[in-house]
């Protein structure tokens, strides 16, 4: 049984408060005056960007995303394949990715053909224009039409500049995979698609 000193011991020296929950501060949503509009603060910040039809990360799924019955690939009837011909072969190999293939088989099964997706060479890619898709949402089209009308700065090389892409285009042409590994004139290590952008705005 502890003594009066020791039950003093015992109690803190720490004088008991009181905490009462402080008032929630409204959230400030700090992002573009279109989007402030029509952000509705009822709904998370992912549910808002589904129904203004943006998206919230675009490295793409990172999990929990997964339906417990996801949906079965709809069949697609055979009056709607197309078939292939020699006059669609490139534009069928342009849209499959290096690795992807596709094979052709007659109505008993036998191969006819087979086409695989060949690599983009560095000028493909960086001359690559994707078509335009359209836009789902009244907000999208918003977004659009306010990106479109901001003025662009054009920004002209320096003499400097000029010389030293001159020298890359003369010695390699447009092979600028090998401009990107010339040590000596590409003293600052600029990528082959920085080579590019920069060779292509001298030339306009």
């Known amino acids: ?5 020791q039950r003093k011991k015992q109690k ?6 009181r905490h009462t929950v402080k008032k929630s501060q409204k959230v400030k949503i700090k992002a573009n005056k279109i989007i402030r509009e029509n952000w509705d603060k009822k709904l998370s910040a992912k549910e808002n960007y589904e129904r203004l039809g943006l998206v919230s990360n ?3 799924v990172a999990g929990g995303q997964n339906k417990k019955y996801p949906k079965k690939p709809e069949e697609v009837p ?4 197309r078939e292939i011909d020699e006059s669609n072969i490139e534009e069928i190999k342009k849209s499959l990715k290096p690795g992807e293939g596709l094979i052709q088989r007659d109505d008993e099964g036998n191969v006819i053909r087979v086409i695989v997706g060949e690599e983009k060479t560095h ?11 359209e836009a789902k949402t009244d907000v999208v089209r918003a977004l659009e039409a306010y990106a479109n009308s901001a003025v662009k700065k054009e920004r002209h090389p320096t003499q400097f500049e000029s010389n030293w892409l001159k020298q890359l285009v003369d010695k390699y042409g447009d092979n600028y995979e090998a401009m990107a590994r010339d040590k000596d004139l590409n003293r600052y290590q600029h ?5 590019y952008k920069k ?5 306009s």
């Open 1 to 5: 049984m502890a003594t009066p000193q």
């Open 12 to 17: 803190s020296g720490r004088k008991l408060t």
């Open 58 to 60: 675009l490295n793409g």
């Open 78 to 81: 055979e009056e709607e394949l």
């Open 123 to 133: 000028n493909e890619i960086m001359d690559y224009d994707p078509a335009p898709v």
């Open 191 to 195: 990528t082959p698609a920085q080579l």
């Open 199 to 203: 060779c292509k705005a001298l030339s």
